[in-house]
Structures are given as C-alpha cells and as structure tokens.
Nanobody, 122 residues
C-alpha cells in the first residue's frame, strides 16, 4: 500500500524548534518531488518547502527561508523538515506529499499524508 505518514508535530513556544518527518511505504521517496504543505484554520493549504526527486534541489517560501530546512534520509525512506525559530504564524496542520511538477502547486502531488499538528504559542 502506497502511503505517507507524518510525525514530529507538537506544541512549542515562539522561538522553539520542531523536526517533522515524512516516511513513505510502498514506494521509494527518492524518485519523487516531496513537498511540505500547511493549512491553518480558515486558510487555504499552502506550500512551505519541497525537495526535488532529480537532484535534491530545495525550495522554500519566503516566510520560512533561513528558518526551515528540508532534507532526505535515504536509509529511512524519509524526508525531514527541520523548523527553527518558530512563530505563532507557523501554527497549522502540516502535510507531506509526493509528486512531480511545480513544487508549490497542490495538483502536482498525488500521494498525501494525513497531517500532523504544529502549534506555536505562549
């Protein structure tokens, strides 16, 4: 069965860090563009970061550049998102997805995880 499972979410104070993991089963993540998206209540799902399947090029939206880092763990068939200097605006459900195409277009992706909650507050 082809699936993605996210882990690592939680609650932190502003300025804190979390590392999200996206683990695949039933297929090899190395072959695919893997994206991280987030959706806050009442807002549309937005792309946050992605890593390409061809050369591991990385992509970030402006609001997370310098704070978030995406990387692959080939041995674990996992893609990680290290999130530092977290802000309340980062609060959302975070999803990972696999696909091929423009990195921040929802329709690019055909396999989605179920999401993990990230809450940043005092």
């Amino acid at each position: 069965q082809v699936q993605l499972v996210e882990s690592g979410g939680g609650s932190v104070q502003p300025g804190g860090s979390l590392r999200l993991s996206c683990t695949g089963s039933g297929f090899i993540l190395d072959d695919y563009l893997i994206g991280w998206f987030r959706q806050a209540p009442g807002k549309e799902r937005e792309g946050v970061s992605a890593i390409s399947g061809s050369d591991d090029s990385t992509f970030y939206i402006d609001s997370v550049k310098g704070r978030f880092t995406i990387s692959r763990d080939y041995a674990k068939n996992t893609v990680n998102l290290q999130m530092n200097s977290l802000k309340p605006d980062d609060t959302a459900v975070y999803y990972c997805a696999a696909g091929s195409g423009p990195p921040f277009v929802v329709g690019t992706y055909h396999v989605w995880g179920r999401g993990t909650q990230v809450t940043v507050s005092t």
